[in-house]
């Protein structure tokens, strides 16, 4: 991914630097950030119109250790074409068990697959 954006000339990188506070107003959205370089202190204005937050990749399912399987990249191990864990009675669903797609629709599929396979757990 790094140098799939290095290799791309419309993206410019902005190091050592943190955002201080995102300008605009709900008129004009966004229309820059005030950004502070963490080794100068230097603060300067950058001219944006738009900010994505970057959560990273790590799937958040720290409380789970030790409760249900989790692969080597921490996602909740589910069964082929279902969201049963390997706890029975405890079903996985969204980007916490997806380590392909993350996506808000795969999410919402996967939620309902494990809403009917905890139906009908509880059913039996
Ligand atoms: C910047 C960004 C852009 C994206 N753009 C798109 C897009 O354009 N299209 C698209 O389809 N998908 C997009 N996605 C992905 C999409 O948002 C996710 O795939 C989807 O939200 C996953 O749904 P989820 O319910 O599995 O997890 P989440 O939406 O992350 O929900 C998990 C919930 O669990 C809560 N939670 C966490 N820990 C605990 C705890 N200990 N106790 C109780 N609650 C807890 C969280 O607060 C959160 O509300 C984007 C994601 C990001 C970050």
Redesign the pocket.
Known sequence: MQDRAFANKKIDFVWNTVVEEILGSRETGVTGLKVRNIKTQGVAELKVDGL????GHNP?TE?FKGQVDLDDLGYIKTQPDSTRTNIPGVFA????QDPVF??????AGT?CMAAIEAERWLEQ
């Open positions: 994505f937050v970057a959560i958040n409380i669903c969204g980007d916490v993350r996506q808000a629709v795969t999410a939620g």
